[in-house]
Antibody, heavy 117, light 107 residues
Framework: EVQLVETGGGLIQPGGSLRLSCAVS????????MSWVRQAPGKGLEWVSI???????YYADSVKGRFTISRDNSKNTLYLEMNSLRAEDTAVYYC???????????WGQGTLVTVSS | DIQMTQSPSSLSASVGDRVTIACRAS??????LNWYQQKPGKAPKLLIY???SLQSGVPSRFSGSGSGTDFTLTISSLQPEDFATYYC?????????FGQGTKLEIK
């Protein structure tokens, strides 16, 4: 059975840093494309970042230079390192697999990040 | 960036109705268009990929069509569990943008 479990969310002050984790079971992170998608409270979905199996990474302009996506193959885990956090980064962050059919087919349950003083 | 625009933003319908949601891309995306369903407090669920392919396990009352810039999601006969928010998303190029969502409510 495929499972994606995000952890690491919480309340953080503006300008602070946080690292989200996404532990995956049921498939291998390193041979798949993995992504982060976020959803601000009461708002729509926003794609954040992707890491391809070869290691190439891409980011939304809104987080470029502040967020870093990475993976630990030995732990089969995806990460999102978030620095210089702003109030507008407040959202539920989902990790998702970007399937060979070029769609987000498996999703985690999400972890809430709240940026506030 | 490719902008995705859904219409309508909200929709009221009854059980048994046929419903269509439209999605338009600001640039040609061929068939790189996916549809998701999201219920409150839950992660999105993939319904349709590649504009018209039904994801495994999704009921056949859901269907997708279109190519280029204009796409539609159709629910042939609404069931109570279909009342949710629906999003289109393009996978043609990064950033992989989503539409703003269509909230389907019970009339």
């Amino acid at each position: 059975e495929v499972q994606l479990v995000e952890t690491g969310g919480g309340l953080i002050q503006p300008g602070g840093s946080l690292r989200l984790s996404c532990a995956v079971s049921g498939f291998t992170v390193s041979t798949n494309y993995m992504s982060w998608v976020r959803q601000a409270p009461g708002k729509g979905l926003e794609w954040v970042s992707i890491i391809f199996s070869g290691g190439n990474t891409y980011y939304a302009d809104s987080v470029k230079g502040r967020f870093t996506i990475s993976r630990d193959n030995s732990k089969n885990t995806l990460y999102l390192e978030m620095n210089s956090l702003r109030a507008e980064d407040t959202a539920v962050y989902y990790c998702a697999r970007f399937s060979p059919d070029i769609s987000f087919d498996y999703w985690g349950q999400g972890t809430l990040v709240t940026v506030s003083s | 960036d490719i902008q995705m625009t859904q219409s309508p933003s909200s929709l009221s319908a009854s059980v048994g109705d046929r419903v269509t949601i439209a999605c338009r891309a600001s640039h040609i995306i061929t068939k790189f268009l996916n549809w998701y369903q999201q219920k409150p407090g839950k992660a999105p669920k993939l319904l349709i990929y590649g504009a018209s392919s039904l994801q495994s396990g999704v009921p056949s009352r859901f269907s997708g069509s279109g190519s280029g810039t204009d796409f539609t999601l159709t629910i042939s006969s609404l069931q109570p569990e279909d009342f949710a928010t629906y999003y289109c998303q393009q996978s043609y190029s990064t950033p992989y943008t989503f539409g703003q969502g269509t909230k389907l409510e019970i009339k």
